[in-house]
């Protein structure tokens, strides 16, 4: 990973994030905002999106910022750092939420009309393709995936799902953890 080049704001987001684990965990949504800012639009922090090699460099320097921390009474090291990035991550999506890179569907509450819901104003919102690939495309993978493991797929079934694998893989989702 030393071959990629981290911004310079990105890692000063980084170094005060990890300073601040010894007495505030507010630095977090900063790091993680900065960090989706920088992510090219990649849902990194998403299950099943690989992250881009940026965030998979810049998440091996949070951990090494974390482990050397030396706290007043003597301890050394964050004692869990992957709970730290699961809450970067909780923070990124939420961003991604409040910017728009991830659109949330709004369902209908339960006795409503859809009459009633048309003229209250609410806007239906769209998901992003993105999310929307990986949901869509992704099942349908999945499902291909099982089929095959049966033997069950026709040879242009198999062509289809090795396609399904490309699109999916063209948005940075590991296959591998698509179960």
């Given at each position: ?7 310079a ?33 990649v ?25 050397a ?29 409040e ?81």
């Amino acid at each position: 990973m030393s071959n990629i080049t981290i911004p310079a704001d990105l890692i000063a987001a980084r170094q005060v994030a990890v300073e601040s684990e010894q007495t505030n965990y507010g630095a977090r949504v900063a790091y993680a905002r900065a960090l989706v800012d920088n992510s090219g639009g990649v849902l990194w922090f998403t299950d099943g999106v690989k992250m881009p090699p940026l965030i998979e460099a810049e998440k091996e320097e949070y951990y090494k910022g974390l482990k050397a921390l030396k706290y007043p009474d003597g301890r050394v090291g964050y004692s869990n750092p992957s709970n730290a990035w699961r809450k970067v991550k909780e923070y990124a999506l939420a961003y991604a939420t409040e910017i728009g890179l991830i659109v949330v569907e709004k369902k209908p509450e339960a006795n409503k009309t859809e009459a009633d819901s048309a003229s209250s104003g609410n806007a239906r919102h769209t998901r992003s393709f993105s999310l929307r690939v990986l949901e869509e495309v992704g099942g349908a993978f999945k499902a291909g995936r099982r089929l095959e493991k049966e033997g069950a797929l026709t040879a242009k079934e198999q062509q289809c799902l090795a396609h399904l694998g490309s699109a999916l893989a063209a948005l940075g989702i590991d296959l591998s953890t698509l179960k």
